[in-house]
């Protein structure tokens, strides 16, 4: 794989010098595959790991790591019971947070779920999520992101490959991969049902997309990825030399994921609807600047930018997640 010599980012303010980017991506740039320069677990080692130490080891290697049974079975009955609720409410909605399947119209994505449902914004704080990735990142937290996806039986779509971090950086304007996905199963993600595909080690690599950023691109890449996509050739690389794992696992489990690691997901074919809540956790260092294109920023309950504020972790008791 090719690497560059990265400098480090520039302090920016409103639009930036594309030239000092390290992470410059699109905007008529060839594809290439880069190093990554900066950590991917950015702990303070004198503070007590909230997790064993091969574990830590295994996330800064592969850049994910699937926990079992984090949730107990009476939490994700709780859980489900909101994520269904939301459901409902959210269904024939024509509010800009709600993101149908195309073909089908089914409910595909909810986002901005810790402001919208109680519930959710309290395990979205929960010290077993919030406080993990305040550790690896070794700074207070805030939520980017957050949805609940929705990927229903027989119509479920497929999410093609990319780093998370690719259109977090140039459409956002997040400075460095200094942040990370948490994603909580609520029903069983199986090997057959859809469950997100991860290339181990591909996070160590930042891969550079090929084309422009359209207007409001937003609109079209939460149904349909097709700008920010790696070529085919260095798609192949990273999955030749780390492999392919698919990340299911019963509900309750938990899978954490770094933002530049590689993934995507298949249709669900299956009977077998998959659900989870997603929640994006970024160092408050690393706050969303301007985008690194030349398009305006995303909406709010996309990407916070109005509204950062740390999270707090919290030890949350089952009436904590009891909807109301």
Same mark, same amino acid.
């Given at each position: 794989?090719?690497?560059?010599? =990265?400098? $480090? ?10 030239? !000092? ?30 997790? &064993?130490?091969? %574990?830590?080891?295994? *996330?800064?290697?592969?850049? *994910?790591?699937?926990?079992? &049974? ?7 009955? %709780? ?17 800009? @947070? ?5 073909? @089908?119209?089914?409910?595909? @994505? ?21 406080? =993990? ?30 780093? &998370? ?15 990370? @996905?948490? $994603? ?10 859809? /469950?997100? =595909? ?16 359209? #207007?409001?691109? *937003?609109?079209? $890449? ?15 690389? =990273? ?8 990340? #299911?696992?019963?509900?309750? !489990?938990?899978?954490?994921?770094? $933002? ?11 009977? %077998? ?35 950062? #504020? /740390? ?11 009891? /909807?109301?």
């Amino acid at each position: 794989m090719a690497n560059a010599t =990265l400098k $480090s980012p520039p302090d920016i303010q409103g639009r930036h010098d594309h030239r !000092s980017d390290p992470y410059a991506s699109r905007g008529g740039r060839q594809g290439a595959i880069i190093a990554r320069k900066h950590p991917v677990v950015w702990a303070d080692h004198t503070t007590p790991p909230p997790l &064993d130490a091969a %574990l830590i080891a295994q *996330y800064e290697r592969e850049g *994910y790591l699937l926990l079992h &049974d984090v949730f107990s079975a009476g939490e994700v009955q %709780l859980l489900q019971q909101e994520l269904d609720r939301l459901r409902e409410q959210a269904e024939g909605s024509t509010r800009s @947070s709600v993101v149908t399947e195309p073909g @089908s119209g089914q409910v595909r @994505s909810i986002f901005r779920i810790h402001e919208s449902s109680p519930v959710f914004a309290n395990l979205a704080a929960d010290r077993r999520l919030a406080g =993990l990735a305040a550790w690896l990142l070794g700074d207070a937290v805030y939520l980017h992101q957050t949805r609940l996806n929705y990927k229903g039986g027989f119509h479920g779509k497929s999410f093609y490959w990319h780093s &998370d971090f690719e259109t977090w950086h140039v459409e956002d304007g997040m400075p460095l991969p200094r942040a990370l @996905s948490i $994603s909580i199963s609520l029903t069983d993600n199986t090997p057959h049902n859809g /469950p997100l =595909l991860v290339m181990p080690g591909s996070h160590k690599h930042y891969v550079v997309c090929e084309g422009q950023t359209p #207007a409001d691109n *937003y609109k079209r $890449s939460l149904q349909v990825q097709e700008t920010g996509v790696p070529a085919d050739e260095h798609l192949r690389q =990273l999955a030749e030399a780390g492999g392919l794992v698919d990340t #299911a696992g019963p509900a309750g !489990s938990v899978l954490i994921f770094d $933002s530049n690691l590689m993934h995507g997901s298949g249709s669900n074919i299956t009977h %077998l609807p998959r659900s989870n809540a997603f929640f994006v956790y970024n160092a408050m260092s690393n706050a969303v600047q301007a985008p690194f294109c030349d398009q305006p920023p995303r909406p709010e309950h996309i990407a916070t930018r109005k509204h950062i #504020a /740390p999270l707090t972790p919290r030890d949350n008791t089952p009436a904590d997640l009891r /909807p109301g």
